[in-house]
């Protein structure tokens, strides 16, 4: 009886250090969806389109966003998260909260003046955009940073670093002030770049009026 032979198992491939294979198509389709939509508008681009850019199947596409919807959703939510990370509004009690809000103010600016910002804005604004797009897009960038904003403002009053009565409001006009002039000329078309110099004197600017308005008042006396 001639003995058994022994067939060798191949070794199972690894997929190597980094991200594991499904992650790594994921990021890549969140890519596509980031540089699509805001240049193609949500009607003008497809699933296929976003396959095709991010080099996969749309089935895959699929396995990962179950609809358009989702895809749009979870690429503006991305990109705000890139540029504005929750870590962002973590409060440093032992720091001075103008530098804080001046490195809050700067990664807001450079989100709103991106070309993909203002290509996003114009497509949302132009009046042929769904309600309920605008909705989601409402919920997953802006009101996810005017929310994360609102919190860092409740700890910095909470450390006696400011005084608000009305928090949301607070929130809302110190980003109206970082906007200014600047975005509504770039929606335009007709806004320059602005140098580091200028955007440094804008947020210098903005920051110094909010803590004009909400800086806890020097202590009266105290001079004397």
């Known amino acids: ?3 058994a032979i022994a067939i060798p198992i191949p070794a199972s491939k690894s997929c190597g250090p980094g991200r594991p294979k499904d992650l790594e198509k994921r990021a890549a389709i969140l890519d596509a969806a980031k540089r699509l939509f805001p240049t193609s508008g949500f009607e003008g681009t497809s699933m296929d389109a976003i396959a095709a850019d991010a080099g996969v199947s749309k089935l895959t596409v ?3 966003f179950r609809d358009k919807e989702t895809l749009f959703v979870a690429a503006i939510r991305v990109r705000c998260e890139e540029q504005m990370p929750e870590t962002l509004f973590d409060v440093d009690v032992q720091g001075p909260v103008r530098r804080q809000l001046e490195a809050i103010g700067r990664a807001f600016f450079a989100l709103l003046t991106s070309p993909e910002s203002i290509s ?3 497509l949302l604004t132009s009046g042929t955009a769904p309600p309920k797009l605008t ?12 929310g994360g904003f609102q919190e860092f403002l409740r700890k910095e009053i909470a450390a006696g670093q400011l005084v ?3 928090v949301p409001r607070a929130a809302s006009q ?14 335009c078309g007709c806004g320059a770049a602005s140098t580091d110099a200028d955007v440094d004197t804008h947020l210098h600017a903005t920051v110094e009026m909010f803590m004009r308005a909400y800086g806890v008042p020097q202590a009266q006396g105290a001079a004397r």
Do not use: C, T
């Not at 110190?174 to 929606?187: I, S």
């Open 120 to 122: 996003l804005n114009r």
């Open 1 to 3: 009886m001639k003995p």
């Open 174 to 187: 110190f980003f109206a002030l970082l906007k200014g002039e600047v975005h509504a000329r770039m929606l």
């Open 62 to 64: 699929y396995s990962h």
């Open 135 to 146: 909705q989601l897009f409402w919920e997953a960038g802006p009101q996810r940073v005017q």
């Open 164 to 166: 608000i009565e009305d």
